[in-house]
């Protein structure tokens, strides 16, 4: 009734015989004002409902909208309002009750903008209570025996357990300083008849952090390992450094310190925008800007970022270089894995910030241990892992 055509307003007097016409039209004006009337209805109630809201950004950096429903179960959902008003009913308005739903809808716009933004404040909220820290770090190697032999000679790791997975047609050696369930670890992987990866130039070095720098240059050295930088203080501070290369190329930067927790201290990556990343690794990760340092000598500025101080915790490290926007990230590096308590959350706080998960929460096959795979905004892969689910694997 609501596309019929012509005039449905008062018919002329001047010709008494469109008198019949015009009362065979009075029942369709009253149709059709019924019509507007129902339809007003049903937007006024599902407005009420908050299940309408407009299709603005979310008030965060790289945040977006998606069209589709969350496809997680409900128990686990944050309930973002995703549905827009104009594509719910499946159906083409016209002009005139368009001009009308639009003003139902922004008559009760202050109330669904505000259920929007209290459930951004409630999802990044819970990043940050979530319980999360760095588990390790995954990349690979071409020799994984030689591997194993230089990290436990020179560098003083402990192999923590090994595991084959002849179906995949690749082994897995998990080597650090504690045991997985309170350690940051490495996690090398090799892939059955492959001796050679490309490190590209985006990944920078990880960290290590001893009581005496020289003695462990010195060790890595009679082993027959690689100096490419002999013990002094770092560019622009007073810190004592060294770097070394393991057998496939991978750079350690070796740093004097007091005693501490975790020696396995950093991981440093390239990044192509700092503030970009800083904001994403705050927002969607839950991580602490801990400190920045600028070096124009130099020109490079790094961030300091993670889930508890230096001393006591490992570190993501992130470099800007003055007017680097991208690197190759090669086939060597994978990935940081990050323990959460739940998988299906984590993966709607990332895309809400704009971040791209490229593997959906959910149990991995053979082992089912819950994890969800994502990239940030320079590509780097996270991997975030259900605690719990971890706890159990380690046993």
Known sequence: MLCVR???GPCSLANKSSEKESEKLIPLQISRRRGVVRFTKLI????????LVSNGRLGLPFASFSKKPSPFPSHTSLRWPVVAPSQSFGIKL???TQNRSRNIVQANGDAVQSSTTTSQAEALEWVKQDNRRLLHVVYRVGDLDKTIRFYTECLGMKLLRKRDIPEEKYTNAFLGYGPEDSHFVVELTYNYGVDKYDIGTGFGHFGIAVEDVAKTVDLVRAKGGKVT???GPVKGGKTVIAFVEDPDGYKFEILQRDPTPEPLCQVMLRVGDLDRSIEFYKKAYGMELLRTRDNPEYKYTIAMMGYGPE????????????GVKEYEKGNGYAQIAIGTDDVYK??????????KVTREPGPLPGINTKITSCLDPDGWKTVFVDNIDFTKELE
């Open 94 to 96: 016209s002009k005139g």
């Open 229 to 231: 930088r002999e013990p």
């Open 311 to 322: 001393d006591k915790s490992a570190v993501l490290e992130l470099t800007y270089n003055y």
């Open 44 to 51: 006024l109630a599902m407005a009420a409902s908050s299940s």
């Open 346 to 355: 984590t993966a709607e706080v990332v895309k809400l910030c704009g971040g």
């Open 6 to 8: 012509g005039n449905l």
